[in-house]
């Protein structure tokens, strides 16, 4: 059931995305996109996670990006696309359950 858009829910809606955008893009990320990004572009190369090469994480966020760099190039900037619609998704999914 979709609820109607308040005034005082739609500020902060708004707030969060532009929040997202900023981190996102501007690279206010707190883990090491480097571990990513390598691990991501294993995966296009055809190695498997944790058979292949080690992660301390799940594999979901490797595919993700790789996803990412096989529909925008091989680059920071396509894995940080990935995680702002990642993010957002996240956002606009608790704001339905919300």
């Keep these: ?3 109607k858009l308040s005034l005082p829910s739609l500020f902060f809606f708004s707030i969060a995305i ?6 996102h893009l501007h690279g206010f990320i ?3 996109d480097g571990w990513f990004l390598q691990g991501a572009k294993r995966i296009i190369d055809g190695e498997i996670p944790y058979r292949n090469f080690e ?3 799940n594999p979901g966020g490797l595919y993700l990006n790789a996803i990412g760099f096989l529909l925008f190039g091989q680059s920071i900037l396509a894995s940080r696309i990935v995680a702002l619609i990642n993010s957002l998704i996240a956002v606009f999914l608790i704001y339905l359950v919300g």
């Design 1 to 3: 059931m979709l609820r």
């Design 18 to 23: 532009f929040f997202l955008l900023f981190i």
């Design 30 to 32: 707190s883990y090491d």
């Design 55 to 57: 992660f301390l994480y």
